[in-house]
């Protein structure tokens, strides 16, 4: 169905995002539930990667966000979930403004700061910079089309996706199998 609104084949890239799309839908969308904000959602995405296939990771980015939002499983992203640290602009020794550093594992949803990813040995984690949590903040607020400039290449915000993925796949209690093929574009 989300396929034959487009001519995208070409495009590879674009075209498995539509996979990935189309999965995370298939697995978030309770089918007798159908939600207004998802479909908005959705028209938005589809929308802005048809008016450019090279639109495609920030479309992506946008939608993982919205749809892990929008299915309620959005974690905190500047509170520690293991000691309630907060995260974002905290000063430092110089008392300037800083962002914690903030990591995020398979094990568990959300995130945490160093401290508790030293002291829970959360080794098989990786970070979520502050400028993606920052990318997030702006996301949440701005239509698709006025966040950053368009033709994102595909290295900006992988953490941010990546992370998006494991909450998701966290709660599907499985991977999704287009994940790895998208990311490997
Ligand atoms: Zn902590």
Same mark, same amino acid.
């Given at each position: 169905?989300?396929?034959?609104?487009?001519?995208?084949?070409?495009?590879?890239?674009?075209?498995?995002?539509?996979?990935?799309?189309? !999965?995370?839908?298939?697995?978030?969308?309770?089918?007798?539930?159908?939600?207004? @904000? *998802?479909?908005?959602?959705?028209?938005?995405?589809?929308?802005?990667?048809?008016?450019? /296939?090279?639109?495609?990771?920030?479309?992506?980015? *946008? %939608?993982?966000?919205?749809?892990?939002?929008?299915?309620?499983?959005?974690? +905190? =992203?500047?509170?520690?979930?293991?000691?309630?640290?907060?995260?974002? +602009?905290?000063?430092?020794?110089?008392?300037?403004? !800083?962002?914690? $550093?903030?990591?995020?594992?398979?094990?568990?949803?959300?995130?945490?700061?160093?401290?508790?990813?030293?002291?829970?040995?959360?080794?098989?984690?990786?970070?979520?910079?502050? %400028?993606?949590?920052?990318?997030? +903040?702006?996301? =949440? @607020?701005?239509?698709?089309?006025?966040?950053? /400039?368009?033709?994102?290449?595909?290295?900006?915000?992988?953490?941010?996706? $990546? %992370? =998006?993925?494991?909450?998701?796949?966290?709660?599907? !209690?499985?991977?999704?199998?287009?994940?790895?093929?998208? !990311?490997?574009?």
């Amino acid at each position: 169905m989300i396929h034959s609104q487009f001519r995208l084949a070409s495009d590879y890239a674009a075209s498995v995002a539509l996979d990935f799309i189309a !999965e995370v839908t298939d697995q978030l969308l309770p089918s007798n539930e159908p939600s207004d @904000r *998802y479909f908005r959602l959705m028209a938005a995405v589809l929308e802005h990667l048809r008016a450019d /296939p090279a639109n495609v990771w920030r479309a992506v980015t *946008y %939608f993982s966000l919205w749809a892990v939002r929008l299915s309620g499983i959005l974690p +905190e =992203l500047n509170v520690c979930l293991g000691c309630g640290a907060w995260l974002s +602009e905290v000063l430092n020794e110089s008392g300037a403004d !800083e962002i914690e $550093r903030a990591w995020f594992s398979r094990s568990r949803t959300g995130l945490v700061c160093g401290g508790c990813r030293q002291s829970q040995g959360l080794r098989d984690g990786a970070e979520l910079t502050g %400028f993606s949590r920052l990318l997030a +903040e702006s996301m =949440l @607020r701005n239509p698709i089309a006025e966040v950053l /400039p368009a033709g994102w290449p595909a290295r900006i915000a992988v953490d941010l996706r $990546r %992370f =998006l993925v494991q909450q998701i796949e966290t709660h599907l !209690e499985r991977k999704l199998a287009t994940a790895p093929v998208l !990311e490997a574009c």
